[in-house]
């Protein structure tokens, strides 16, 4: 029983060591350097490891602690560890103590540093800061702000100092930067890029200002205003500023020596009141007029300098006072006597033409017509036979006005035909600026008078504009002037570039036609080519007018044709209702005396009245 109580005892020994190397081999683990007390006996050896125990119980709970702000603090937590593993190495009581005491410090700053870091971001998003951080603030943002919160707080004093210059200078805002706490780098170079831009726009408006100064235009109102209110207020004004710069160009390129009050007066204006909107449309409308009238001068004034054979060349230098010098004294040196001579021998090869022309219209014998009275030896009660303007024969009865196309029976009938006027548009068909030319009193045709009759006055010879002017050297260059560039109305009309004083002196139509040729001259010359549209679209209704009636009249006459222009067709009815005996309703017909207006505002009162002047789509011809 003894040697089995000594075997159990032996057992238990075994277990307890191998118990004791467990403990052992785990605080090796731990990273514990074991080392007993020399001659210690088995139970001072499980006391020993008892005691490295306990320690290594609370150097776990210390590495614990450390690891919660192991990425707040990373170096202090790595410093911390290393004194955990040195405690391991030689366990010391007085060093955990000392360790866990620095532990708890630690931890408490933490915990300070948060509430401070917590106040700092609720002041900062108060000032409308943008802050890249969650909320609540997570262990990651509290980490990269603690040590930092310093040099961040400049960071974000200069980002919203940033946002806030970009207010400032009124530039467009980039949104993805703009109040960022994060971005005031990108803020600072955003502010350089537009300080940059603005300085340039600010460079170019002062060239701008400074060139408006120098053309003598008024710029006081900019001197008072900042960089961003001058950009918008010069860009408002660049319009107007070129439109300025334009009319003083035009008036520079006018003659000086002819209206200078005029001239110096309207660069007045246009100095002063150049940035009202509005005000310097009325100058431009009077410099062009002004120029068009200074070319026209000098056209008159070449045309009179050719006619004296005098050296025009190199005139466009030369000033109108100039001109006018030099033409006054090639005048006084004139040779008027070689050109009464060369006048005379034109004149004579014009008659001599005249002359001509008249034999040879003399071969055809054609007895004399008179339309005044052609049945003056007919009975009363005669019927007479006549040609209708489509070649078919018809029969009237002057006593009682009545007309037929079949022979009347049992009744008298004269069988003599009318011979109609020919169209005008035939006979010039091939004539394209002619002006009439009155035959000579003197002229030998006596003999041809007494046998034939006089021709009408629309059949005499028509010479060119250019011969009109060799024969006539003293005439005016305003007397034979025509329009190069018309009114839409020449083309409505039909007159091309004709003279409508010569369209309107060719015979008697439609007074309103004949008003409106004389008006035409006045409305090209004090008028801009500008409101020409809109004058002749006023005359449009009283134009459609007249072309209805005339092609309802003309129908009836079987004489309707499509081409040309309202005087051809109207010319070409008159021709046939000039061959239809009877009256019809009066209409006002022949040549237009009445005085012409002198003002632009009475020239614009004579059109509107003109333009309402219309008829009833019937009616007849002039009475004969």
């Not at 007895?367 to 018809?394: M, N, Q, V, Y």
């Not at 010359?525 to 009283?542: C, M, Y």
Request: glycine share 4%.
């Amino acid at each position: 029983s003894v040697r089995k109580c000594i075997e159990t005892l032996e057992a238990k020994q075994r277990a307890r060591e191998a118990v004791l190397q467990n403990l052992v081999g785990i605080l090796q683990e731990k990273g514990w350097r074991i080392q007993f007390s020399k001659g210690a006996n088995l139970i001072q050896r499980f006391e020993e490891a008892n005691q490295w125990l306990h320690l290594e119980d609370r150097l776990e709970d210390v590495e614990k602690q450390v690891r919660t702000f192991a990425r707040r603090r990373t170096s202090k937590s790595e410093a911390l560890i290393i004194q955990i593993q040195a405690i391991r190495n030689e366990p010391r009581m007085d060093a955990l103590i000392q360790l866990e005491e620095d532990i708890v410090k630690e931890i408490s700053d933490i915990h300070e540093q948060n509430t401070i870091i917590q106040h700092r971001i609720i002041h900062w998003k108060e000032l409308g800061l943008l802050l890249p951080y969650s909320d609540p603030l997570s262990v990651e943002d509290f980490a990269s702000i603690d040590g930092n919160l310093e040099r961040l707080e400049k960071e974000w004093k200069s980002a919203l100092d940033s946002s806030q210059h970009l207010r400032d200078l009124g530039v467009p805002l980039n949104f993805d930067i703009i109040d960022r706490g994060d971005c005031s780098n990108e803020l600072i170079k955003e502010i350089q890029t537009w300080e940059l831009e603005i300085s340039q726009i600010e460079q170019k408006v002062r060239g701008q200002i400074s060139r408006w100064e120098s053309l003598g235009l008024d710029v006081q109102e900019f001197m008072s205003l900042d960089a961003q209110e001058l950009n918008v207020q010069v860009q408002h004004r660049v319009t107007a500023g070129s439109l300025a710069e334009d009319l003083l160009e035009s008036l520079d390129s006018l003659d000086i020596t002819m209206d200078k009050t005029r001239i110096e007066s309207m660069r007045t204006v246009i100095q002063l009141k150049w940035g009202i909107e509005g005000e310097l449309q009325d100058v431009a409308t009077e410099i062009n007029r002004l120029s068009r009238r200074q070319t026209k001068h000098r056209s008159m004034l070449i045309s009179r300098a050719e006619i004296l054979k005098m050296d025009v060349q190199g005139n466009e230098e030369w000033k109108l006072a100039d001109f006018e010098a030099r033409l006054a004294r090639a005048e006084i040196a004139r040779d008027r006597q070689n050109e009464r001579q060369e006048i005379e021998m034109q004149r004579k090869e014009l008659l001599e033409i005249m002359r001509l022309e008249e034999r040879a219209k003399a071969v055809i014998e054609i007895p004399k017509i008179t339309h005044s009275s052609p049945e003056e030896d007919i009975p009363k009660d005669t019927w007479i036979e006549k040609k209708a303007a489509d070649g078919r024969l018809f029969y009237y009865n002057d006593q009682t006005k009545e007309s037929t196309w079949k022979k009347p029976l049992n009744q008298p009938v004269d069988e003599r035909i009318t011979v109609g006027k020919k169209d005008d548009a035939e006979k010039d068909e091939n004539r394209d600026e002619e002006i009439r030319v009155e035959k000579d009193t003197k002229s030998p045709t006596k003999t041809l008078e007494e046998t034939h009759q006089l021709p009408n006055p629309k059949d005499q010879s028509f010479m060119t504009k250019q011969d009109f002017r060799d024969i006539l050297p003293d005439q005016e260059e305003g007397d034979v002037h025509l329009q190069e560039d018309g009114l839409g109305l020449r083309e409505r009309l039909g007159i091309g570039k004709e003279d409508p004083l010569i369209i309107e002196s060719s015979r008697g139509r439609d007074l309103r036609i004949q008003r409106l040729l004389r008006l035409i001259p006045l409305i090209e010359t004090e008028f801009d080519q500008s409101e020409w549209t809109e004058i002749t679209e006023g005359f449009e209704p009283l134009l459609d007018n007249i072309d209805q009636w005339i092609r309802v009249r003309s129908e009836h006459r079987n004489c309707w044709k499509n081409d040309g222009g309202i005087i051809q067709r109207m010319d070409r009815l008159l021709n046939v209702l000039d061959g239809v005996p009877g009256p019809g309703i009066q209409l006002p017909i022949g040549f237009d005396e009445a005085h012409l207006p002198e003002t632009i505002q009475e020239i614009a009162t004579e059109i509107e009245i003109l333009a309402r002047q219309k008829i009833r789509i019937s009616g007849g011809m002039q009475a004969a």
